[in-house]
Each structure stands twice: as structure tokens, then as C-alpha cells.
């Protein structure tokens, strides 16, 4: 993006803010996932505390998204960005004075959860609003790349933070991000949509993105895809502080590395498309973008060794790096922006659906199979994915979207 153009000023602010919130956002997970198994030493309690931090945005998806197209949308990233460093901040103080109650640590969780749902639609709703048609790939690209050059550094300094002082500091280091990033937002355009929403029901408004999917195959079917794709990516999430602590003996900080490793790849994925200065056919690059990570995590499998890991996750990584720029451009290219709000709502809502019954049954299974194993048959169920999906969308690209038609 070398050439300058109106939305660019808001583009950098919105870029400045997102990253100082994800990079304190990944010092909190590893934190807080380490903080879960150090206390309760229970892969069992570490899904519970994963199903806390994904269940509300499962139920708040559709409201949120429904806010997201009738107000303000600065207003609306900056106050869950206060809000969310009130509950860092205040989870820091409370384990400081000694308070060590898993229960409180899951209602925190949620409430940051629930926070968290209402800025994601807003934000990428904004997108659009602020960049021409033609500049969006490189614009996800970019915030993609800032997402996980955050996801990179951030668990690695988290793991930092936790062994040397301990997680609190973390959690204060998050409260601290959240208010610069809202800060940042300040400085945002008013994002409003040109539609009038307030004419119509806010519940209509809540329902309104299944309206999208009845007028586009395409973008229906791969809201379905990832919700299933969800089910069996998840898990690794749960495995890895298990790995870490039990099997591979490397602490936090070789937890923040396995974190980073996954980053590392939706990095360079990431910032291989900002280069790219023409449109490419979107479908096969996310089939083939499913199926390499499936690949990858059996690989994990086969190959269950602190190194083989790391390889696996930066393999990982380029591949869901790939799927995530590419259907991301789709969806804010075929929908039109006045209802783009409600439909990122429910596409959080639904993508995130069964993440905690992945978290939920995994965490069960993860007692009574070797995970090992259970990295190999997810593996393989996804390279199987990304070949139906192709099957299955290809020939809907073609076909012009509802917002063209």
C-alpha cells in the first residue's frame, strides 16, 4: 500500500490499536492458560476456562453485529476496549492480594469474552468503510500480518513475563494495552452506516445477517465449513500447555514458543499477500489452505517432539494464515457494507459455535486417548476437509454475489 489515499489516516489508527490490544491479548492467554493447569494441574479445568473465553461470543454474536451496523462503530471497539482493561486490570489486582479462585478466574474470562464479541464485528465492519474495494486484500493482509507478528512475539514475552513475574503481570500488562488501544480509536472518523437501521426492529436487526446467507450460497456454505473446520483446529490449543508442562518439559517459556511458532506462519503467510497486486481465484486458495493444515497437525502426530512441534505449528500457521486473509476478502467483497456488521456477528457466532463443544469433548478425550493420536485422526479429517470443500465451492465462485447482482 504505497500510495496514499483519504482512509489511509484511519486505516493506521485502527492498525496502531489493534495491535497493541493482540499483543496484550497474547500475553493474557498464556497466562492465563498456564495460571489454569499450574492451580488445578487438570486438563479438564483448562477447557473449562477455554469453553468461558469462547461460549459468549457464541451467544452475543448476532447482537453484536446488530450494534455494530446501528451505531457508531468507533464507539462501540472503544468502549469494549475499557471495559476489557477494567476486568485485566481488576483480575491483576485481585491475584496480587492472593486471590486464587478458579470460579472468579472463569467469570472473568467470560465477561472479557463478551466484551471482546462486540468489537470484533465493529472492526471488521470498519474495514471496508475505510479502505476502496480494491485495496482490501492488502489491507486484511496487513491487519492479519500486525495479528500475527503479535501472536509471534506476544506468547514468547508472555511466557517471559509469567516466569519472572509471574502472571499477574501479565494480566496488567494487557489492562494497560487495552487502554491505548482504545485511546488510539479516539482519533477515528465517526463509522456509521449510510442505512437507517433504527427503522426496523433491533431483533430484525439481530437476525438480519441469516438474510445475507439465504442470498448467497457461497458465503452460506463456508460459514458452515469453518464452523465444522473450528471443531477440529481448537484442540490444539488445548494440547499445547499439556505438551509443554508434561510431556516436553520446556516451562512457559517453551509455551510461548509453541504459541509463537503457529504465529510465525500466519505471519508469513499474512505478509505474502500484501505483495500481491492482482486478484487471485479465492476457493482454491482455502481449500488448499484447509488441507495443508490438516496435514500439519497430523504431522504433530507423527512427529511428537519439541522441535517437530515448532515445524508443524510454523507449517500450521501458513496454511491457516492463507485461509484467513483469503475468506476474509470474500466476505467484505460479496456483502454489501450496510450489512456487513450483522453478518461479521454472525459469523463469529457461528464459526465460534462449537468451539467450546471442541474444547468441551477434547478435554474429555484428552483423559482417555493419548493426544497424540488425536492429533493424527484430526489431522487427516481435515486434509479430507479441504478437498470436499473445493468439490463443494468451486463452481459457486463463479457466480455473481447478491451485493453485485
Not at 1 to 28: C, I, K, N
Not at 30 to 40: E, G, I, N, Q, S
Request: charge should be positive; glycine fraction near 10%.
Amino acid at each position: 500500500m504505497t500510495e496514499r489515499q483519504p482512509g489511509d489516516r484511519a486505516f493506521w489508527l485502527m492498525l496502531m490499536s489493534q495491535g497493541v490490544s493482540q499483543l496484550g491479548d497474547r500475553l493474557y492467554q498464556v497466562a492465563l492458560m498456564w495460571w489454569t493447569l499450574h492451580v488445578t494441574g487438570s486438563l479438564g479445568w483448562s477447557s473449562a476456562v477455554l469453553v468461558a473465553g469462547t461460549l459468549p461470543g457464541v451467544l452475543l454474536g448476532p447482537i453484536a453485529g446488530a450494534v455494530a451496523d446501528r451505531f457508531d462503530k468507533r464507539i462501540v471497539m472503544i468502549a469494549s476496549d475499557v471495559s476489557r482493561a477494567f476486568l485485566c486490570l481488576s483480575l491483576a489486582g485481585a491475584l496480587w492480594l492472593g486471590i486464587q479462585n478458579v470460579w472468579a478466574v472463569l467469570c472473568v474470562a467470560a465477561c472479557l469474552a463478551a466484551f471482546g464479541a462486540f468489537f470484533t464485528p465493529a472492526s471488521q465492519a470498519a474495514l471496508p468503510a475505510i479502505l476502496s474495494p480494491e485495496r482490501l486484500l492488502q489491507g486484511n493482509a496487513w491487519l492479519g500480518s500486525l495479528t500475527h507478528f503479535c501472536s509471534l512475539i506476544g506468547p514468547a514475552l508472555g511466557g517471559l513475563a509469567v516466569a519472572a513475574w509471574g502472571v499477574e503481570s501479565a494480566f496488567l500488562l494487557n489492562g494497560l494495552a487495552l487502554l491505548l488501544s482504545g485511546l488510539a480509536l479516539l482519533g477515528l472518523p465517526k463509522l456509521v452506516s449510510e442505512t437507517d437501521h433504527a427503522r426496523e426492529g433491533f431483533w430484525i436487526s439481530t437476525l438480519g445477517g441469516v438474510a445475507v446467507l439465504q442470498k448467497d450460497a457461497l458465503v452460506a456454505r463456508l460459514l458452515t465449513l469453518f464452523a465444522l473446520v473450528n471443531l477440529f483446529t481448537m484442540p490444539v490449543m488445548l494440547w499445547m500447555p499439556h505438551f509443554a508442562m508434561n510431556v516436553f518439559k520446556v516451562g512457559a517459556r517453551g509455551l510461548g514458543l509453541l504459541e509463537a511458532a503457529l504465529a510465525m506462519g500466519m505471519l508469513g503467510a499474512a505478509l505474502g499477500w500484501t505483495r500481491v497486486r492482482r486478484e487471485h481465484p479465492p476457493i482454491p486458495w482455502i481449500a488448499a489452505g484447509l488441507s495443508g493444515t490438516g496435514v500439519a497437525i497430523a504431522l504433530m502426530g507423527y512427529v511428537p517432539t519439541y522441535p517437530g512441534h515448532l515445524l508443524s505449528l510454523v507449517l500450521a500457521g501458513l496454511a491457516m494464515g492463507t485461509v484467513n486473509v483469503r475468506v476474509m476478502v470474500l466476505f467484505q467483497t460479496r456483502i454489501p457494507n450496510a450489512e456487513l456488521g450483522r453478518f461479521m456477528g454472525l459469523l463469529g457466532s457461528v464459526c465460534s459455535a462449537l468451539i467450546p463443544v471442541s474444547y468441551g469433548v477434547y478435554g474429555w478425550l484428552s483423559q482417555l486417548q493419548d493426544p497424540v493420536n488425536l492429533m493424527r485422526y484430526n489431522g487427516l479429517i481435515l486434509a479430507v476437509i479441504g478437498i470436499v470443500a473445493y468439490v463443494l465451492l468451486a463452481s459457486l465462485a463463479s457466480k455473481a454475489s447478491y451485493n453485485a447482482a
